[in-house]
């Protein structure tokens, strides 16, 4: 018996080495989460910091630990080491803060810490050895992406090991009420070597001074680049209230180059770099920012407090691995006499409306309680985007919406309280006998549609809230709202375009001449489309199928410009600013950019707002000849809709959700219910829902995004236990999804668990034979038994234990699951047949198979 004991005992610790000892990334991961179990539980993602996104990215969480600063211009400061011990490269950043508590976050990588307290006065410093700025925010700022293939390099022998997260709280009176502050920003992060390397380069002014009352101040920063190519791809500017406009410009052979131009009282976010800008040595990069002194009574510096002022200008570049480096400041001017050569739109202040200078200034001794609830419902709006490699939508098929009895339906649009708002044509149909060879409608004798052509709809329900245009239009085309809730709506039979209040009868401006096509300043030939500049108020009609411009109108209708001409199909390839029916707009205020679904060309072309002038270009083989419509969603998503196919060409009509900075798609999507014919519209919110339009169909679809919907899922579960069979199934999918792409501490505590199980099945089945079969003389003959099992344990002439012999000659084992541990869900899975080859194996079970993704 002695001997027995001795044999269990070495077969136990021999199991809790094995188990001690693998060494994989999850290691890491178990030891970063043991770390954070004293962070507040009232922050979001402190109990989970850290989320696997696949074989080599994850997902990490920097938030602020529930703090309340108890006086204005409070910067706090929390650092996060990475968690892993090898190199690592962060590709994405996703704020989580609103300008209404937070004036501005820095985040930074070094390797020590100024304090190894939860979060500490900034004052103390931010790091103790030299610090990289990675990621800036203010007023809202949307998230920044990288370009494929860059990132920032962490970790390992030559990156950062802390993040230092520095949150600058500038007017307190939003924590009256003593909440608890959790901003920050959630990075994603990934092995894969990177081959481009990002980093930061700061301009930044240190000693302007602005007069009080003085209209105009220019602080000017120019420095010599001295180091290898970098190739810049996107910019931000800072400043505080005084700040009107800011720009920044690569010189050379004094030939001035934009790298951006920005407001800096509209969202402080990193914008992308729309020309290719390179910089190379002796380049010289210049910024300027101007400044009005106008309604302060004394002189204001450059400082840290709200009252103070700063002029930075951030630049995003990457270089090659072998040379980068990743930070870089200038803080001089070179050279003052070369700024008498700066082009004048330096100088030119980028307008912003009064009502959105309110919105966004990030402080509040003006600000009012109903101001306060707007604040955090744009904050609310801009915020929600989550990293391009998880984004996926798919059908809400339990949405009624689609059973909607319609006629064709040719626009969507989304009201300000985010219902879903749509345009069809009743009794009416657009056929080949609706118009002569001149575009002159030949219809008319039917009269207007007696139907309400614009109806309201709940967007979780599709409850009908309103419907209004009986009797204006004959051939419905194009919707949009404006931000005080206006109807703007395109009649292509009519040849104009209406603006309709949501409860009015009658139109409150029309423009072009009804019925009459043509194409001079007065006139239309079937308009497509409308979008309302939310900022200046300005009109912007894509004119259209007869015509091949985008049109410009004032707030009252007045006309100011047009650009755009007809393709020359003898040429070959469409040129940029030529259309082949302008089809859809999209107007994009964060980027001051107008985008076009240029239909027949199969492309999206984007336009400078005030100018008109071409900036790029999207155009994939997938959309294929024919690109319908295009909408874009707070946060830098851009949803389209492509046509049928040709006879002979294979790409399927579908739905596309594109990167805006990149133009990169990064998923498609189709109906499960029915199939798109003809999508004519699409419309996505702030939230990522999209809703499309099929006027052959005559249907609306919803989609949502997969993390919303399994949120859906769950309530309705809740709700409704008699919920149908395709919702469980739908969850059940989603989970057995997520975890095989999570981090599985299930099969680690599965395999800390089989030595103790293995024990006790001995001890049990040693136990039973002596009670059961030995009776009083079991002990003697129970030696024999034993004897028996530890054979087979320790392999055939050998004299010592042998765990492999044992555990290979089970079907499912490799050698490899006792050298080093997968991290991925995929090895709890198991063939339906896994098992023992032999009854007489059958002491230790095999762990559980992981749940069925049926």
């Known amino acids: 018996m002695a001997g027995l004991v001795g044999n269990l005992l070495i077969l136990f610790f021999v199991f809790q080495n094995i188990c001690l000892g693998f ?358 709006k801009e915020e929600g985007e989550i990293l391009d490699q998880d984004f996926h939508i798919e059908e809400a098929v339990e949405w009624p919406g689609l059973d909607l009895k319609l006629g064709q339906v040719s626009g969507l649009a989304l009201d300000p309280e985010n219902n879903l708002v749509i345009f069809h044509r009743g009794d009416h149909v657009w056929d080949e006998n609706s118009f002569d060879s001149k575009f002159v409608y030949q219809q008319r004798g039917l009269g207007p549609i007696e139907q309400n052509t614009i109806i309201v709809l709940n967007p979780s329900n599709a409850k009908l809230l309103n419907s209004v245009g009986k009797s204006l239009f004959y051939l419905p085309h194009g919707l949009s709202i404006d931000k005080n809730g206006n109807y703007w709506a395109t009649d292509v039979a009519l040849h104009q375009v209406f603006k309709l209040g949501a409860n009015n009868k009658e139109p409150l401006l029309i423009l072009g001449v009804a019925l009459q096509p043509g194409s001079d300043k007065n006139h239309f030939c079937q308009p497509t489309d409308v979008a309302v500049d939310p900022i200046t108020g300005s009109i912007y009609v894509s004119d259209g199928y007869c015509n091949s411009r985008i049109i410009q109108f004032s707030p009252n209708g007045l006309y100011m410009m047009q650009w755009g001409e007809g393709t020359e199909t003898s040429l070959g390839r469409a040129r940029p600013g030529q259309f082949r029916i302008p089809h859809s707009l999209a107007l994009i205020p964060d980027f001051s950019q107008l985008c076009v679904a240029d239909r027949e060309n199969g492309r999206i072309q984007c336009f400078r707002l005030e100018t008109g002038e071409f900036i790029r270009e999207i155009k994939h083989k997938s959309f294929g000849r024919e690109l319908f419509a295009v909408s874009y969603a707070p946060g830098g998503l851009l949803f389209a809709v492509n046509g049928m196919p040709y006879p002979g060409e294979a790409e399927p009509v579908q739905g596309f959700v594109m990167n805006f900075s990149t133009g990169e798609i990064i998923d498609t999507f189709i109906p499960v219910r029915k199939s798109f014919e003809m999508p004519h519209d699409v419309v996505a919110s702030a939230d990522k829902t999209v809703f499309v339009g099929d006027v052959h169909a005559r249907a609306v679809w919803k989609f949502a995004s997969t993390e919303k919907s399994e949120r859906i899922v769950e309530a309705r579960l809740k709700n409704n236990p008699e919920s149908t069979e395709s919702l469980k199934k739908q969850e059940k999918q989603h989970l057995v999804q997520q975890t095989r792409t999570g981090v599985s501490f299930v099969l680690i505590t599965t395999l800390l668990i089989i030595p103790v199980v293995v024990l006790l099945a001995i001890l049990v089945f040693i136990r039973w034979r002596k009670t059961t079969v030995y009776g009083a003389d079991g002990e003697h003959k129970l030696d024999s038994s034993s004897g028996r099992i530890l054979g087979r344990l320790r392999g055939k002439g050998s004299g010592g234990l042998n765990l492999g012999n044992f555990f290979a000659s089970h079907k499912g084992y490799s050698r490899k699951g006792f050298d080093r541990l997968s991290t991925e869900g995929s090895d709890q899975e198991k063939d339906e047949d896994d098992g023992t080859d032999s009854e007489e194996e059958c002491s230790a079970p095999p762990p559980p198979s992981a749940p069925s993704s049926s």
């Open 23 to 380: 060494r994989s990334s999850l290691s890491v991961f178990k030891r970063y989460k043991e770390t954070t179990r004293l962070l507040s539980n009232e922050c979001p993602g402190s109990d989970r910091p850290v989320i696997s996104v696949g074989l080599s990215d994850f997902a990490l969480d920097i938030r602020m630990r529930g703090v309340t600063p108890k006086q204005s211009d409070t910067y706090l400061c929390m650092s996060v080491p990475l968690p892993v011990d090898d190199e690592a490269y962060v590709v994405d950043f996703k704020p989580h803060a609103s300008m209404d508590t937070v004036h501005h976050m820095l985040l930074f990588g070094c390797n020590e810490p100024s304090s190894t307290e939860n979060y500490w006065d900034c004052d103390k410093g931010t790091c103790k050895d030299k610090s990289n700025i990675l990621y800036a925010w203010a007023r809202n700022a949307p998230p920044t992406r990288l370009p494929k293939g860059v990132g920032f390099r962490v970790g390992g022998e030559t990156g950062g090991r802390y993040f230092v997260l520095q949150v600058h709280y500038g007017d307190i009176s939003a924590f009256r009420d003593k909440h608890k502050d959790c901003s920050g920003v959630t990075l994603h992060l990934t092995h894969q070597k990177q081959p481009l390397i990002a980093g930061m380069y700061l301009m930044m002014s240190v000693n302007t001074v602005i007069p009080p009352g003085e209209k105009v101040v220019d602080a000017d920063i120019a420095c010599h680049y001295k180091r290898f190519p970098m190739h810049l791809f996107a910019y931000r500017v800072h400043t505080h209230r005084l700040g009107k406009v800011v720009s920044g410009y690569r010189v050379r052979n004094g030939q001035w180059t934009l790298i951006g131009r920005q407001s800096p009282q509209l969202p402080q976010a990193f914008y992308p770099v729309e020309h290719p800008v390179d910089v190379s040595y002796d380049d010289i990069l210049a910024a300027r920012c101007v400044f009005s002194g106008e309604g302060r009574t004394t002189e204001t510096h450059i400082g840290g407090t709200a009252n103070d002022e700063m002029c930075n200008f951030y630049i995003m570049y990457y270089m090659e691995a072998k040379h980068a480096v990743s930070y870089m400041t200038c803080t001089q001017n070179m050279n003052p006499e070369m700024f008498r050569n700066i082009p004048q739109e330096a100088n030119i202040p980028i307008p912003v409306k009064s009502d959105m200078l309110k919105m966004m200034h990030g402080h509040h001794e003006e600000t009012k309680d109903t101001d306060k609830s707007s604040l955090l419902q744009q904050a609310k």
